[in-house]
């Protein structure tokens, strides 16, 4: 595991700095990824991957690409260090078993700058106690849910010892309701969300059903990039940039019209 407060992007982050980054740089000279990829004799695909941070771009692959875009100086260098940085394998490589690329992505992405998070349905990861994480794994066997309590497990410390700014929690009002184990459970989840040092608001039930999606706002790279991770049909997290701000504004939009968890359970 990386060393705690240590300022160099993981490997996962460097990819999506970087890709940011050469995007940037081929709109502001008006180019498309066609005609990048055509004048380098790199294929279309693998350009938009590299900008998308879903590919591991070779150290002379972004070396071309910063002198196609006559990046230098200290820009150039920025290009470099990062694509040497994305060579690493993520912390949770080991955990592909329970966890497929997107979501190993979005553990590192969330461990290295979670901003805020939306849920209108069940608790967030990071705060789930173990007994209400396993009610949601449903009928595994136990070395599944085994595996998938000690990833929680795994995440959870991680998160809580790197972050550095404060974490907005927002929950519909329906994720407090009695159904997910019971009372007893639900007691306890209470008791995590007063002790967990991250604030947290709850929308009221009218307003969570026009706001029925989930979603999570990174930023990284000392502001460099705000991702979204949305959740897919098939419940794998798609990490993409929030262009132009949207979805941190909604964020803000929701946030504002909530109510204080601990004044509701005074």
């Not at 599944?144 to 927002?170: K, N, Y």
Request: proline letters at 4%; aromatic letters at 6%; hydrophobic letters at 40%.
């Amino acid at each position: 595991m990386p060393a705690l407060n240590d300022d160099r992007p993981n490997a996962t982050v460097a990819r999506f700095l970087l890709g940011r980054q050469l995007e940037q740089l081929r709109c502001v000279r008006g180019l498309t990824l066609g005609q990048v990829a055509g004048a380098l004799y790199m294929s279309t695909s693998k350009l938009s991957r590299i900008e998308r941070g879903r590919h591991r771009a070779a150290v002379d692959d972004v070396a071309r690409l910063a002198d196609f875009y006559e990046a230098h100086g200290r820009d150039r260098d920025q290009l470099v260090e990062w694509s040497g940085q994305a060579q690493g394998r993520s912390t949770y490589h080991s955990f592909a078993d329970v966890a497929d690329a997107s979501s190993r992505d979005y553990l590192e992405v969330e461990a290295a700058g979670l901003h805020a998070v939306y849920t209108p349905q069940v608790l967030p990861a990071l705060l789930r106690t173990r007994r209400y994480a396993r009610e949601l794994l449903g009928p595994v066997s136990s070395a599944e849910a085994d595996r998938r309590l000690w990833l929680l497990g795994l995440r959870q410390q991680r998160f809580f010892q790197t972050c550095r700014a404060p974490v907005r929690i927002l929950l519909g009002e329906a994720v407090l309701a009695p159904g997910t184990g019971g009372p007893t459970v639900m007691r306890e989840q209470h008791r995590r969300l007063l002790q967990a040092p991250v604030e947290v608001r709850v929308l009221a039930a009218h307003r969570a059903l026009r706001a029925s999606s989930g979603f999570a706002v990174a930023v990284l790279g000392g502001g460099r990039l705000t991702l979204v991770a949305r959740e897919r049909e098939d419940g794998r997290p798609c990490l993409g940039p929030d262009r132009k701000g949207r979805t941190a504004a909604r964020f803000e939009e929701l946030w504002q019209s909530a109510a204080d968890f601990r004044a509701l359970v005074a």
